[in-house]
């Protein structure tokens, strides 16, 4: 065989062999999106409430989605708000508190610097990046009642006005469910062959006060953390209270607000176990969502961290 033909083969080799490496990685993902309970990657999936597709997203992009909502939680804005801050920083940084950016936009949602938003530190620290974006958005008189992109456009003003609407269904499915307005939606799978670190109650109590404000724990739990009788390891026990949104927010929703909160943020906390109502989750069993136990933890989230 000449030197040019076998040249050719071996870049046809070549070509076949990273086809099937594409179509091997287009099939898992599909499994993953279609089947998000099976084996595959650590990740997050939020349920359709017709049955259809689930919205399934990385950990680190839940966790930053629920720190955005805990934020407007603790300012008792309504769902319109969360929903357009997801958006936003989907469009804006996929969720992922990067670093870079188109000039000297940095976080979640690409603010700038040298356009008033506040020091580089503090833009990517999520709670005041998300804060700030809701300090521009209230100013904006009716804007729970604009389209959502015109809502995120008058707080960013990009250079991509209509960039936003395309993720308003995205962003409302994840917001029914970080709000608690739907029940047992949102579950989050460690990946297959990973454990879970272990994790510190403190921690815990120290990220809810600041995300959620400190009427999410009672002085005792703040200061030195909760019991729960029933649940391994750790345990901080969070009270159910209505939350600041007002009508509507009853105590049920509170309870999955901050179940699913928990959850999101079960990987960067080393949570491994979440109960409320006669439901629970744990990353062990992830793949079976929230199962129902006879354990009723109607008036508390009970959160465990692994040992």
């Known amino acids: 065989m000449s030197e040019r033909a076998s ?4 870049g046809r080799l070549l070509r076949l062999a990273a086809a099937c490496v594409v179509l091997l990685g287009l099939a898992g993902y599909l499994m993953v999106r279609h089947d998000p309970g099976g084996p595959g990657p650590a990740r997050c999936a939020v349920t359709a409430a017709d049955g259809g597709e689930p919205y399934v997203i990385e950990p680190q992009q839940a966790a930053n989605a629920a720190t955005i909502e805990a934020v ?9 708000a969360v929903t357009i801050a997801l958006a936003t920083a989907m469009q804006e940084s996929a969720l992922r508190n990067i670093d870079y950016g188109d000039r000297d936009s940095v976080g979640l949602f690409q603010q ?9 530190e503090q833009i990517m620290d999520p709670v005041y990046s998300a804060g700030k974006f809701y300090d521009h958005l209230v100013e904006i008189p009716g804007y729970s009642r604009l389209p959502l992109t015109v809502a995120a456009q008058r707080v960013q003003r990009s250079g991509f006005p209509d960039a936003y609407a395309k993720h308003e269904p995205r962003a409302a499915l994840l917001t029914a469910a970080l709000t608690g307005r ?43 953390g909760g019991s729960g009788r029933s649940a391994p390891g750790p345990v901080l026990s969070v009270p159910v209270r209505t939350s600041a949104r007002g009508a509507g927010a009853d105590a049920d929703r509170r309870g999955w607000e901050v179940a699913h909160w928990a959850v999101a943020h079960s990987a960067e906390l080393g949570i491994e176990r979440v109960s409320y109502g006669k439901r629970v989750w744990e990353a062990g069993r992830a793949a079976e969502g929230w199962r129902t136990t006879g354990d009723a933890h109607r008036s508390e ?6 040992r």
């Not at 603790?74 to 319109?80: F, Q, V």
């Not at 989230?301 to 692994?306: D, G, Q, R």
């Open 72 to 80: 407007a939680s603790a300012r008792g804005l309504p769902e319109r």
């Open 182 to 224: 739907r029940a047992a939606s949102l579950t989050c799978f460690p990946g297959e062959g990973a454990g879970v670190a272990a994790g510190d109650p403190a921690r815990v109590r120290e990220k809810l006060v600041r995300e959620f404000g400190e009427d999410v724990l009672p002085d005792s739990a703040r200061a030195g």
């Open 112 to 120: 700038r610097p040298s356009q008033g938003w506040g020091t580089r």
């Open 301 to 306: 989230v009970v959160i465990a961290t692994a």
């Open 7 to 10: 040249s050719q083969r071996r």
